[in-house]
């Protein structure tokens, strides 16, 4: 009898400490979720853009794109530099408005 009753406290104390765990990461997870998505808003809008997974992803690759074109001027290709910078140029023109 007290041995039931002793397994019955135990997996009490068990999902209380379990619930607590879940509470806390649930509301770290929503605090989160909140904060990327007031950044993606306040980008889109200080940009001009649309905040779909498609144009947040234009545009990084037209950064990476601007990325390649400041790597080839710095290493001396000049030719590469302006082919980067002009797909860079294009492709982020596409997303800001």
Request: proline letters at 0%; a negative charge; zero cysteines.
């Amino acid at each position: 009898m007290q041995v039931e009753g002793f397994f019955e406290w135990l997996g009490q104390a068990l999902g209380s400490v379990i619930r607590f765990i879940v509470d806390g990461l649930s509301g770290l997870f929503q605090m989160m979720s909140r904060a990327s998505s007031n950044f993606v808003e306040g980008l889109s809008r200080a940009l001009g853009m649309d905040t779909s997974i498609i144009s947040i992803a234009t545009l990084i690759l037209g950064l990476v794109l601007l990325w390649s074109a400041i790597r080839a001027f710095m290493s001396a290709s000049f030719i590469m530099g302006i082919i980067w910078l002009m797909l860079g140029l294009w492709l982020l023109s596409w997303v800001v408005h």
